[in-house]
T-cell receptor, first 110, second 112 residues
Framework: QQQVKQSPQSLIVQKGGIPIINCAYE??????FPWYQQFPGKGPALLIA?????SEKKEGRFTISFNKSAKQFSLHIMDSQPGDSATYFC?????????FGTGTSLTVIP | NAGVTQTPKFRILKIGQSMTLQCTQD?????MYWYRQDPGMGLKLIYY???????DKGEVPNGYNVSRSTTEDFPLRLELAAPSQTSVYFC???????????FGSGTRLTVV
């Protein structure tokens, strides 16, 4: 049973485009929603995170939009670059346990 | 500052063999975790620890064991390797006052 559902599985955009990755959850007790970026052969690295008391958070070209009533959150990458090509994971946490989405493979074409 | 160090990076095991995946962190983090990553399945929590001497099961603990004798080290033990344990294993740590994980670079394990 997947606690956090992520889509799409893969995404291809042109340089400068705005890829959007979506995640949905059921457990309303989750209180922290991070996004991780993973390059091939490396471990995931924290990219940006949000708590459910805010609807949006921006860090550089990365934005999280959070819809508490719909139990959904999404990652937007503005002005995407080929260097953004990676796998992105959303996650949700409660206490000491984090639950990850299945990942989205993003390719940004030059 | 090395962060989280995992060894080995790659390993091939035969069915029924045992091995220990090593994980060390130098950030004095209280919490440590072991995840496995399978294609299309995301990251699944195997075991975690909130401090030396304390461990607890995650989502997929069967076939694994852990120990936490020091703050720095959190080894993962496979006693009787099975093909279903073929995966990439990630160790992670975090400080109790911070939210995000620091992940190691992973161990790719193949059981044949």
């Amino acid at each position: 049973q997947q606690q956090v559902k992520q889509s799409p599985q893969s995404l291809i955009v042109q340089k400068g485009g705005i890829p959007i990755i979506n995640c949905a959850y059921e457990n309303t007790a989750f209180d922290y929603f991070p996004w991780y970026q993973q390059f091939p052969g490396k471990g995931p690295a924290l990219l940006i995170a949000i708590r459910p008391d805010v609807s949006e958070k921006k860090e550089g070209r990365f934005t999280i939009s959070f819809n508490k009533s719909a139990k959904q959150f999404s990652l937007h990458i503005m002005d995407s670059q080929p260097g953004d090509s990676a796998t992105y994971f959303c996650a949700a946490s409660i206490g000491n346990q984090f639950y990850f989405g299945t990942g989205t493979s993003l390719t940004v074409i030059p | 500052n090395a962060g989280v160090t995992q060894t080995p990076k790659f390993r091939i095991l035969k069915i029924g063999q045992s091995m220990t995946l090593q994980c060390t962190q130098d950030m004095n983090h209280n919490y440590m975790y072991w995840y496995r990553q399978d294609p299309g399945m995301g990251l699944k929590l195997i075991y975690y620890s909130v401090g030396a001497g304390i461990t607890d099961k995650g989502e997929v603990p069967n076939g694994y064991n852990v120990s936490r004798s020091t703050t720095e080290d959190f080894p993962l033990r496979l006693e009787l390797a099975a093909p279903s344990q073929t995966s990439v294993y990630f160790c992670a740590s975090r400080d109790r006052t911070l939210d995000g994980y620091t992940f190691g670079s992973g161990t790719r394990l193949t059981v044949v």
